[in-house]
């Protein structure tokens, strides 16, 4: 046991000390959050300027201004000028090289069959962002929209406004009375998504660990003292506590962050100018009054946080015996391919499966996906803010312990026959054959 | 269980799939001697050693270890460096001798204070807080032999200890080994290749050469039986003069001219067996001016070419 202390020890020490740990530590925040900028600004900002020339060859949204001789749109609302989106409008179509020669980029052609078939052609020299296609479609649909209104109706386009209805469906779970089902569905997906890449890089690690070992030949000092299972063992519990800690770490981090900036941000006026209470509010109580974050306070983060730490510490034990097999198969990391892609298939449908739940977090797929122990550690992520039950939680739990306990057997097995081999690549028959060997 | 035995290794048997490593190995390792243990490459030193360190069991047969059989709660009384050797190159010196030293049982306190004396000993001092990949070749294999070494086990199993040191420290190294043989507190099992080792070093010596036991016993028996009546003598004449003085009396091996020095010549002769060699010198001194005559004494490299190559012919 002593040994095995010693092991853990080393294995978790000489990572946590690296720079590299604990830059890796402040970047997690500061890439997720830079991820979600960096998906805004796409959404946005990364658009290019696109000139735009509507050929309106019927003339239903557009009309020819004799004093200024230029055709306009008749509703001009219908076409706000926006600083990357710029139209102009015509009723005759320029010629292939004509267009190529002007400086419009976009050419939009349509006549009166827009209005059975609601849908136009547009031309193009490059392709415009999907955020661009989108604004025009949006655009054209408005004005269409109004010369039918006009045309049919024989309605004033605000009267028509005011008696188009739209239905927005608030839900509420009769248990918990919270009613962002969404919300919480995408902090179980975000949970998932870390779990998904702890385990995957702390197991990576374990490979890595041990392919190190057999490359700097220390391997056969070490096992001429511990016994091969030690050494495998302590290695996934060494490198295991370092994703603990990494965790830890996060957690004090967003403590801190919430805490810390709760605070200033309740010195500061903004939280009353973004309410509607006359009086001086909390950061807890502010957030209560902000329909799109007072789900946060309704999900259950003691739960959540030992539910990550539990799921972790399974999830990655039970890849961590696969990834310490194939670190032991081989001799070095572009070796490793070959057995690495299947083993990361299960953790990857989980993922995905995990993010296509965000819609259905109550489905089947995710339900069965929660129990199955390959991808209970991730996919249960998913699930857990929507409330599970708690033989849900120990079915997983029990079958994620009952698959690691065999696959430990079996990798402690393979780990055995590979940690002392060299030069040779083990085929998918030798390690059948690792299997069922006694010694 | 043989009495003063370090080890029994009692006709052990190990295969991998068809290929016989070792085939009913029997020999015994003296305690508080150093031992070699000799073959060429894939004769089955590695499978003997890594059995000796838990690494693999035998299939059939046992060793014992100090008259107990050999399980792996004995691994802390065994001092192991292996010809495959390396260090963490992540690691500090110190910090990895560390870590070596406990986890072979040792408390941490008590290692530091060896490691020093070691390090001192061995001139590493000055090295302990550096990390490994600043260390050069030869500063890492003297860490590696102080880890062996450190927790002063029962049995120290060195494998081509002296690979990779330059000749200073190849002799420091030597020296230390010898050293701890002398106390007789350490019984050392020695394989090397290195033949001139192996008779300034080791009492005894086991050969193995595919998978079997070919040759066993003390080194200076070893090099004596395997005398075969062949006399070295240097003379001075001309070789003519000497070949036809030696007549039928012997049968000429090879004669090497200015050897030792200039107008000295050296042959090697062989004695018919029924000859008397001290009354054969005195008539041949009486014949050619001999400058010396010695009975020819094989070296172990010898000893261990003639084992190896008899071996051979009897499998082919």
């Not at chain 2, 070789?239 to 049968?251: D, I, K, N, P, R």
Request: contains cysteine.
């Amino acid at each position: 046991m002593k040994t095995l202390k010693h092991i853990i020890y080393r294995e978790w020490s000489t990572r946590v000390r690296r720079k590299a740990f604990w830059l890796g530590t402040l970047l997690i925040p500061a890439l997720l959050a830079g991820s979600i900028g960096i998906s805004v600004w796409m959404n946005s900002g990364a658009e290019k300027e696109a000139k735009v020339l509507v050929v309106d060859a019927s003339g239903l949204i557009s009309r020819f201004d004799d004093r200024r001789e230029v055709w306009l749109p008749t509703h001009p609302d219908c076409f706000p000028e926006r600083s990357k989106l710029m139209y102009r409008f015509a009723q005759e179509a320029m010629g292939d090289d004509e267009f190529l020669k002007s400086d419009f980029d976009l050419m939009v052609f349509f006549d009166d069959g827009i209005l059975q078939h609601s849908s136009a052609k547009y031309y193009y020299e490059k392709a415009p962002a999907m955020s661009t296609e989108r604004a025009i479609s949006n655009d054209l649909a408005s004005a269409i929209e109004r010369f039918k209104v006009k045309r049919d109706l024989e309605l004033d386009f605000e009267t028509y406004k005011r008696l188009k209805t739209s239905i927005k469906l608030v839900g509420e779970d009769v248990v918990t009375r919270d009613g962002n089902a969404t919300g919480r569905a995408l902090i179980g997906f975000f949970f998932s998504a870390l779990l998904f890449l702890q385990i995957v890089i702390y197991g990576m690690h374990v490979m890595r660990g041990v392919i190190e070992e057999k490359a700097n030949r220390i391997v056969e000092v070490v096992i001429s003292v511990v016994t091969p299972m030690q050494l495998m063992t302590g290695k996934i519990i060494g490198i295991g506590l370092v994703g603990l800690t990494q965790f830890a770490l996060l957690a004090a981090l967003g403590w801190l962050i919430y805490f810390a900036g709760g605070r200033w941000l309740e010195a500061s006026d903004l939280l009353k100018a973004t309410s509607d209470a006359s009086v001086s509010l909390d950061f807890e109580s502010w957030m209560a009054t902000q329909s799109g974050l007072r789900f946060l306070l309704d999900v259950n983060w003691p739960l959540m946080v030992t539910a990550v730490a539990v799921f972790f510490v399974l999830g990655y034990f039970m890849y961590a015996c696969i990834f310490a097999a194939i670190g032991a198969a081989v001799d070095q990391e572009s070796d490793a391919q070959y057995y690495t892609i299947p083993a990361l298939i299960p953790p990857m449908l989980a993922y995905l499966l995990a993010a296509s739940s965000i819609e259905n977090p109550e489905g089947d797929l995710s339900i069965y996906g929660s129990y199955f122990p390959l991808t209970a550690p991730i996919m249960m992520m998913t699930r857990i803010p929507m409330g599970v039950d708690g033989w849900e939680l120990l079915v997983a739990i029990g079958g994620i312990g009952i698959m690691s306990y065999l696959l430990l057997l079996a990798s402690s097995r393979i780990f055995r026959l590979g940690i002392l081999t060299r030069g040779k690549r083990f085929s998918w028959k030798d390690l059948w054959n690792g299997l069922r060997s006694r010694h | 269980m043989e009495k003063g035995a370090a080890l029994v290794i009692d006709h052990v048997s190990k295969s991998y799939g068809p290929q016989k490593a070792l085939d009913a190995v029997h020999f015994t390792v003296p305690k508080g001697k150093v031992f070699g243990l000799l073959g060429p490459n894939g004769a089955g030193k590695t499978t003997l050693l890594r059995m000796l360190n838990g690494i693999t069991r035998a299939d059939a047969g046992s060793i014992a270890f100090f008259g107990e059989q050999l399980s792996r709660r004995h691994l802390p009384r065994i001092g192991y460096l292996p010809e495959e050797r390396g260090l963490y190159k992540t690691m500090r010196v110190g910090e990895q001798a560390l870590y070596f030293a406990q986890l072979r049982g040792m408390k941490k306190e008590d290692a530091r204070a060896k490691l020093m004396h070691w390090f001192e000993k061995l001139e590493v001092d000055g090295w302990w807080n550096k990390e490994v990949s600043e260390v050069s070749k030869g500063m890492a294999q003297k860490i590696q032999f102080i880890l062996a070494i450190l927790h002063e086990p029962d049995l120290l199993i060195l494998d081509e200890p002296l690979s990779g040191f330059d000749p200073i420290n190849a002799q420091r190294v030597r020296s230390t080994i010898q050293e701890m043989s002398n106390q007789g507190d350490t019984t050392i099992l020695l394989s090397t290749h290195d033949m001139g080792s192996v008779e300034e070093m080791c009492d005894e010596v086991a050969l193995l050469h595919q998978g079997s036991l070919v040759l066993n016993g003390p080194v200076q028996t070893l090099r004596d039986e395997a005398r075969d009546g062949r006399v070295q003598v240097t003379f001075r004449g001309t070789v003519m003069q000497f070949t036809v003085a030696l007549g039928a009396s012997a049968e000429l091996l090879e004669v090497t001219s200015d050897a030792p020095r200039p107008g000295e010549h050296t042959a090697m002769l062989r004695l018919p067996s029924a000859t008397d060699s001290s009354q054969w010198i005195h008539w041949i001194s009486g014949t050619v001016q001999l400058t010396s005559c010695t009975e020819w004494q094989p070296s172990m490299r010898d000893v261990f070419m003639q084992a190896v190559n008899e071996t051979s012919k009897v499998a082919s």
